[in-house]
T-cell receptor
Framework: DAGVIQSPRHEVTEMGQEVTLRCKPI?????LFWYRQTMMRGLELLIY????????DSGMPEDRFSAKMPNASFSTLKIQPSEPRDSAVYFC??????????????FGPGTRLTVL | QKEVEQNSGPLSVPEGAIASLNCTYS??????FFWYRQYSGKSPELIMS????GDKEDGRFTAQLNKASQYVSLLIRDSQPSDSATYLC??????????FGTGTRLQVFP
């Protein structure tokens, strides 16, 4: 398996622009997680899905952020409009069935977002 | 108080020594505990998981858990320069969410 795939790997955009990050989880994994990592705040969970259904979005910073999972093999995280404070590395991770807490989360390579 | 706390380091140890990484957590109902390693510019990868009090060994790595003290640690024996990375402690309660600490940077020098 190719592992979790994320695109783009790097994104540089200007403040106010819309940004869409994409993720393909490992085939057969039922859980998908979106994280944001910064030096100051570390790795933060933004939202996670189980069987394509959003379960907990309490980590989404504000209404400018939205996430979807239209099918088992694809998810997007959208920021509209983007702001410089959104600059971070965004990771997608997936996990096998069962209580995800007991299953290893496999991380994608991340998308490094820079908002100018 | 942060939910999961780690010393940011850097922790510097000589090659061949034992590196000891520590983590405390605030939620007493936490049930599962993980150590992830993250090389600079890379994604986190799981190296150890532990669910019961005591020690769990896997090769050069030993995870130690003390739920009464809300403390989990990672020991790396015979440290190698290739172990130089940031080590993230992650904790879970009774949900599917992992709460990560901000990580400890380990430097192993020859």
């Amino acid at each position: 398996d190719a592992g979790v795939i994320q695109s783009p790997r790097h994104e540089v955009t200007e403040m106010g622009q819309e940004v869409t990050l994409r993720c393909k989880p490992i085939s057969g994994h039922d859980y998908l997680f979106w994280y944001r990592q910064t030096m100051m705040r570390g790795l933060e969970l933004l939202i996670y899905f189980n069987n394509n259904v959003p379960i907990d979005d309490s980590g989404m910073p504000e209404d400018r952020f939205s996430a979807k999972m239209p099918n088992a093999s694809f998810s997007t995280l959208k920021i509209q409009p983007s702001e410089p404070r959104d600059s971070a590395v965004y990771f997608c991770a997936s996990s096998h069935e069962g209580l995800a807490a007991y299953n290893e989360q496999f991380f994608g390579p991340g998308t490094r977002l820079t908002v100018l | 108080q942060k939910e999961v706390e780690q010393n940011s380091g850097p922790l510097s140890v000589p090659e061949g020594a034992i590196a000891s990484l520590n983590c405390t957590y605030s939620d007493r109902v936490s049930q599962s505990f993980f150590w992830y390693r993250q090389y600079s510019g890379k994604s986190p990868e799981l190296i150890m998981s532990i669910y019961s009090n005591g020690d769990k060994e896997d090769g050069r790595f030993t995870a130690q858990l003390n739920k009464a003290s809300q403390y989990v640690s990672l020991l790396i024996r015979d440290s190698q320069p290739s172990d130089s990375a940031t080590y993230l402690c992650a904790v879970n309660g009774n949900t599917d969410k992992l709460i990560f600490g901000t990580g400890t940077r380990l430097q192993v020098f020859p």
